[in-house]
């Protein structure tokens, strides 16, 4: 068996495809209960709007390949061609990247940790982390803090929520006077809403599944003087067009807006535009909205290109943290290999104390019958000595040639013998 990561990425495929084998947190510990069911030992998976990952230890990657389809429904064929499959230090190194931020769209963004962390509990919680996952893990986010901690990988501000604002500001100037809905109530809304906040905008709503949940993030963002309150999302319909600014980000697996609420919305406001950032795989926003005249819709990879810009500052600290994450695979490898030893050396252990307890036997039966113990010891000593070597020697004496070479520098490196 061996240790591979499967899956799609921001770089390998559109958001069409992402949001299609997307997993729900919700959800993850059936789906690896499913998985691990496919000739898999070890299992762990991580979703997020910018990647769906499976990391694996078995013997046949293609088979998760094809469960990744079928468990959502799709052809493998249509999967393939925006699939990536890693095996043993590349999947490593692969890991390692991910979670010091290297490979994200935002370099150096420091969600995806978190994420990252998350989706392993959630192996772990579920039974499917064994020695190697564990292992790679515990040595992932150990590589991930030695970069965050040595380089400036994390400088400069450059994230999915300032670029949203940067946008917002492009159609609306100063955003002092719009109206902000923020619909989920999660991790990314809430750096949305610091972002969004510092603005002082008119006034924040935060929409959410639960009033409690959607309460307690309008409550933080209450406290810094601003005007905000809370709704469920079943209330949306008869406000969305009062809105101005839209953000959302949850975890529903079907759109939380419609084409239809948007397009009477748009009616209600008399062409007064409306900015939308559509933050979540799968989308909350139907696609068919940003066809709608006045409706600026932006997707997770349409904010990319604002991402970029700020990247000046941490592209010579990536560099330095590439190499951290070059020598911490270099050691994670090493201890990989010798884990593959392990079944030799455990079965080299068990023949020779095997020897052992025969050889104890024999003795102790002589000696019960009046031998010598001196006499018994050295016979023992002896018996040891000639079983223990039998195979060495065996070996020498019938090897010829370059084999015999090769076969007596090891014996010599074995038994710590002089050339």
């Not at 770089?11 to 898999?40: G, M, W, Y």
């Not at 019958?369 to 004496?397: I, Y």
């Amino acid at each position: 068996m061996q240790l591979f990561t499967i899956g799609v990425n921001h770089t390998t495929a559109p958001i069409d495809i992402r949001e299609n084998v997307a997993f729900n947190a919700e959800l993850l510990p059936q789906a690896l209960a499913d998985l691990s069911r496919q000739q898999v030992a070890e299992a762990a998976i991580l979703s997020t709007c910018n990647r769906t990952e499976i990391y694996v230890h078995t013997i046949r990657p293609e088979l998760v390949v094809e469960w990744l389809a079928q468990y959502h429904q799709l052809n493998p064929a249509q999967l393939l061609p925006y699939t990536y499959t890693l095996s043993s230090d590349e999947a490593v190194k692969h890991a390692f990247r991910v979670a010091s931020g290297l490979d994200s769209m935002v370099l150096g963004e420091a969600q995806i940790l978190g994420q990252f962390k998350q989706s392993v509990k959630i192996a772990q919680d579920t039974g499917t982390l064994g020695t190697l996952l564990h292992k790679l893990f515990q040595r992932t986010f150990e590589v991930a803090k030695e970069v965050r901690t040595n380089t400036d990988i994390g400088g400069s501000s450059i994230s999915m929520a300032a670029a949203a604002v940067k946008l917002a500001q492009r159609i609306f100037g100063n955003i002092n006077q719009q109206t902000v809905l923020l619909i989920g109530a999660g991790e990314m809304i809430e750096l949305c809403a610091d972002h969004f906040a510092a603005q002082r905008p008119q006034k924040i709503t935060v929409a959410n599944r639960t009033l409690a949940r959607g309460e307690q993030l309008a409550e933080k963002i209450r406290a810094q003087g601003l005007n905000v309150d809370a709704i469920l999302l079943n209330d949306l319909p008869n406000c969305f067009h009062t809105f101005d600014i839209v953000i959302t980000s949850t975890a529903s697996q079907l759109p939380i807006v419609g084409l239809g609420m948007v397009e009477r919305a748009v009616k209600s406001r008399k062409h007064r535009p409306m900015f939308m950032v559509d933050l979540a795989v799968p989308r909350d926003i139907e696609p068919e909205v940003a066809k709608l005249d006045d409706v600026f819709l932006y997707t997770v990879d349409d904010l990319a290109q604002v991402v970029t810009e700020g990247l000046g500052n941490r592209q010579e600290a990536a560099i330095n943290a590439e190499q951290i994450v070059n020598d911490r695979v270099a050691h994670f490898m090493h201890w990989v290999n010798t884990r593959q030893a392990v079944p030799t050396i455990k079965a080299l252990r068990d023949q020779v104390d095997s020897v052992r307890q025969t050889e104890l036997e024999k003795a102790l039966k002589l000696i019960q019958k009046g031998e010598s113990p001196e006499k018994v010891l050295e016979q023992m000593s002896v018996a040891l000595t000639n079983k223990f070597l039998h195979g060495p020697s065996h070996a020498l004496n019938h090897s010829q040639g370059e084999a015999h070479t090769h076969l007596e520098h090891l014996v010599k490196q074995l038994f710590g013998l002089k050339e």
